[in-house]
């Protein structure tokens, strides 16, 4: 059973969730939230040290819900696109019902100095747990690759994991239809890729492709794509 402190966190950014549907990100304060939730601003403070961190918490929350909605699709699934496809599809599930405010904090989020973006360090611990749902999913697949690309890869599909995000949050078509849509028409092409990069032939341009990733993309996960000495 959570402790009470567990169980007071949890109704803070319940609550935080509901006003931000209700209300919208924009107009919901902590001091709303922590009313709302019957707490005072001080605890709703120590929990959360900012209406930034209640949107941390719902990253941290849907990576945890990400990863136990796809053990099933990683354990029967061998196909590479099929996991690709089964991945993403279970995270626009899980984050249909934020969709309507998504958009709102995204403009926070697209800042780069903002906690809230994706690359940024307090987005740390959700990152890392998506990377390595999609290091999960190169690792059972039936597929091959390159050794040489095992730290690369994950990092890879989560970026395509990112621009589905982006696509998602501006998509306005009926239950998000465009969106899935544009799940299955990727899927393959990324299984495809994958499948290719393991030939020498394809090497230089993977080895640039890594180089610019950690150069440019991935500051705040640098240390996770090491630049290898080339042969």
Not at 132 to 137: G, L, N
Not at 187 to 210: C, D, F, G, T
């Amino acid at each position: 059973m959570p402790s009470k402190s567990e169980q007071t966190r949890t109704l803070i950014l319940e609550t935080a969730l509901r006003l931000f549907q209700e209300r919208g990100y924009d107009k919901t304060t902590m001091r709303a939230v922590a009313k709302e939730a019957g707490v005072s601003v001080g605890n709703a403070y120590y929990y959360f040290g900012s209406k930034e961190h209640l949107v941390q918490g719902f990253y941290d929350r849907i990576a945890a819900e990400h990863e136990a909605a796809v053990r099933s699709v990683l354990a029967t699934e061998e196909d590479l696109s099929g996991r690709v496809r089964g991945v993403l599809l279970a995270w626009l599930e899980l984050a249909e019902p934020y969709h309507e405010f998504a958009a709102q904090f995204f403009k926070n989020a697209a800042d780069p100095d903002s906690p809230l973006s994706p690359f940024s360090e307090e987005s740390h611990g959700a990152r890392e747990a998506s990377i390595a749902i999609h290091r999960r999913v190169l690792e059972g697949a039936k597929a091959r690759t390159d050794p040489e690309l095992a730290e690369l890869l994950p990092q890879l599909l989560w970026l395509h994991h990112m621009g589905l995000v982006l696509y998602w949050v501006f998509d306005r078509s009926e239950g998000c239809v465009r969106t899935r849509r544009l799940v299955e028409r990727t899927a393959p092409l990324v299984a495809r890729a994958i499948a290719l990069s393991r030939y020498r032939v394809m090497r230089p341009l993977v080895r640039e492709i890594r180089d610019v990733l950690s150069d440019f993309l991935l500051p705040a996960t640098a240390g996770a794509v090491k630049t290898r000495k080339r042969p």
